[in-house]
Structures are given as C-alpha cells and as structure tokens.
C-alpha cells in the first residue's frame, strides 16, 4: 500500500471534490480553490458543473469532460493516462460527495492501483445529513441508496430493512417516492418510524418524521424534488438480541 508521499514521482494527483447539495453557501474554500487550479473537471453532468464553476468564477470550463454512468470505463482509462502525465483531477458529481451512489470509484480504484496519489475535499453528503437530521440513534447505520427495481430483488432488501436493527438510509427520485413509501409500509408495518427529506438545504426543504402508519404528506400532487428517507432500526429485535447473521445459518 502506497500512502500519498510514496506516489509515483511526477503523476498528477487525484481530488475527490464535494460540492453543494443545495445551498451554494456550503461550498467550501478549499472546494473552491481546487476546483480554480486542476488541469481536469470530471463531472457527472457537464451543465450543472459549468454553473457552479460560473457562480464561483472559478476559471475557465474548458477543463471539463463528462464522467457519468454510460462512459464511466472508457473515460477512466483517459483520465488515469492524463494524472500520469502529470495532470491534476479534480472528480465532481451533480451534487455532494462523489461515488456516494454516483459514478467515481472505478476511477478511485484504478488510481490507487496505479500508485497515483488520491485525496479528498470532504463536504456535503445528503445521505449523512439526514442522517444527523433524523434524531435515531445512529452509532451504526446502513446506507441502503437507490432499492432495486426488480421485484423479487426489492422484497428481499426490504426484508432486510425490516430486521436490521439499524437506520438504513434509503434514496428516492420524486417519480417512485409514493410507491417506495408504499412498500416500506407494506414490508415493515405501520408502526415504524421513519425520516423524510426533500431538497435539504434548498429553497423549498422539507422534513417529515413520524411512523410509515400516518405518513401521507407525499402524495403525488407533492411528489416533486429528490428524497432521502431514514428508516428507523428495528427496535423489537434490538430488544431481543437478534442476529440476522445467524438467522441465516442452516443447521445440519
């Protein structure tokens, strides 16, 4: 293992950059400082990064190329050639910390693999921040992102969900949110208490906390604006010392 001194002499370096989620004000000064110096922008989506870059008038935006789901393979490997012909890359997402369910860590991955020095500008996450927001206890937690759209594959996360004992942090798009909500209810019951933000630290932010059972302020007229939902750790098998490890396990 290479820490970051021991780095290929002459490669570039490789920022993981967070940006805001929301509110510009959570733009950091190192985020800013950064972002005006690499040589190369890797953004998810090239518009939404041209106007951070413009707001901040952090230079020119010729410096950036497209890095999202559909390229992501092809652009690692001309990334990693330019860090190791001496360039700075600075790795951005639409919003928040980079590869937290967005397209980055085959990047990562490669980099470290070629010795190339990697660090990051930590900020804002929406994951973490709901988090902290929601008022469960969150020693530990899972962080579930987007639930699959299969089925089969979506019930048996679900029933994870339900017997893990604790917070699972769940994405949501505005076009599935009522159905998700649905489903949590139907797969942990209605006395589970969950957390729901929408467009934290936005203009229009909105919070909802309560069990799944009297939940219903995101019906579809309200169903604009991206999610992130707390569900709240199964308490009863808390109680009762449950290790879904061992449930598991199949005796001979």
């Known amino acids: 293992m290479k820490s970051g001194s021991e780095a290929i002499q002459g490669s570039g370096r490789l920022y993981i950059v967070a940006t805001p989620i929301g509110n510009l004000g959570d733009m950091s000064d190192r985020a800013r400082e950064i972002l005006s110096v690499v040589d190369v922008i890797a953004c998810e989506d090239t518009r939404r990064t041209r106007k951070l870059i413009s ?13 999202h789901e559909h390229n992501e393979i092809a652009r690692t490997n001309t990334l990693i050639q330019s860090l190791r012909e001496g360039l700075d890359v600075a790795l951005v997402c639409d919003a928040g910390t980079p590869t937290i369910s967005d397209p980055g860590f085959r990047l990562i991955d490669a ?17 973490v921040t709901a988090l902290a927001m929601s008022g469960f206890a969150c020693f530990r937690f899972c962080f579930e992102g987007f639930l699959p759209t299969k089925k089969s594959t979506r019930l048996r996360r679900l029933k994870e969900i339900d017997q893990d004992e604790r917070p699972t942090i ?36 909105t919070t909802w906390r309560g069990t799944l059972g009297e939940l219903d302020p995101f019906g579809p007229d309200n169903a604009k604006g991206e999610f992130v939902i707390v569900v709240e750790g199964n308490q009863a098998t808390k109680a009762h010392g449950f290790n879904y490890d061992e449930a598991e396990i199949t005796l001979p």
């Open 55 to 67: 707001a901040f008038q952090l230079g020119s935006s010729d410096r950036m190329v497209s890095f």
């Open 111 to 127: 980099a470290h693999d070629q010795e190339i020095e990697v660090t990051a500008i930590p900020g804002p996450s929406a994951s």
């Open 170 to 205: 769940v994405f949501e798009s505005p076009y599935r949110i009522t159905r998700t909500i649905s489903s949590l209810h139907e797969a942990l019951g209605s006395t589970r208490r969950v957390f729901i933000a929408k467009e934290i630290s936005k203009l229009h932010e």
